[in-house]
C-alpha cells in the first residue's frame, strides 16, 4: 500500500472529530462543509462570521502545514476543465440531493446516529465501489 501513513491519518482524524464536537458542543452547529459554505452566503447576517473563520481555516491550515513542514502535497490532476466543471456539478447536486456532504453525514450524522446519515454515507462508499469498479474495468488500472 502507497502513502500508508496510520499516525498522521489517526491524528487528523481525531482533530476533525474533536472539532466538530466543539462546534456542535459550544455552537449547536453541524461542521459538513456543504452546509458550512452554503452559509456564508445564505444565512442570516448573525451566523455568518463563524462559517467564513471555518472556510478560511480549511483554505489556511494546509498552507500552514506547508509553510512551517516545508512539505508539498504530490498532486496531480489528468483531467480537463470541462471534467472538473461538470464533477463540481455532480457533487453539488448529490450534495443537495443528499441533504448534507460526506463530511456532514459521514462526521457528524454518524457520530449523532442519525439514520439518514447512515443511509447516505451507506449509499456513498456503495456508488464509489462501483465507480471505481466500472472505471478499472473499462479503462484499465
Request: a positive charge; proline letters at 3%; one cysteine or more.
Amino acid at each position: 500500500m502507497e502513502n500508508f501513513t496510520p499516525i498522521s491519518a489517526s491524528i487528523g482524524g481525531a482533530l476533525i472529530g474533536v472539532s466538530a464536537v466543539l462546534l456542535m458542543a459550544l455552537n449547536g452547529k453541524i461542521a459538513g462543509i456543504s452546509g458550512v459554505l452554503s452559509g456564508t452566503m445564505f444565512a442570516a447576517s448573525g451566523d455568518k462570521l463563524w462559517r467564513i473563520l471555518f472556510v478560511v481555516g480549511l483554505i489556511a491550515a494546509p498552507v500552514l502545514y506547508g509553510l512551517i513542514s516545508g512539505e508539498k502535497p504530490a498532486f496531480e490532476l489528468d483531467a480537463g476543465l470541462p471534467l472538473i466543471l461538470i464533477g463540481g456539478f455532480l457533487v453539488g447536486f448529490g450534495t443537495r440531493l443528499g441533504s448534507g456532504c460526506t463530511s456532514g453525514h459521514g462526521v457528524c450524522g454518524l457520530s449523532r446516529l442519525s439514520l439518514r446519515s447512515f443511509v447516505s454515507v451507506g449509499l456513498f462508499m456503495g456508488v464509489g465501489m462501483v465507480t471505481v469498479a466500472l472505471a478499472r474495468s473499462l479503462i484499465g488500472g
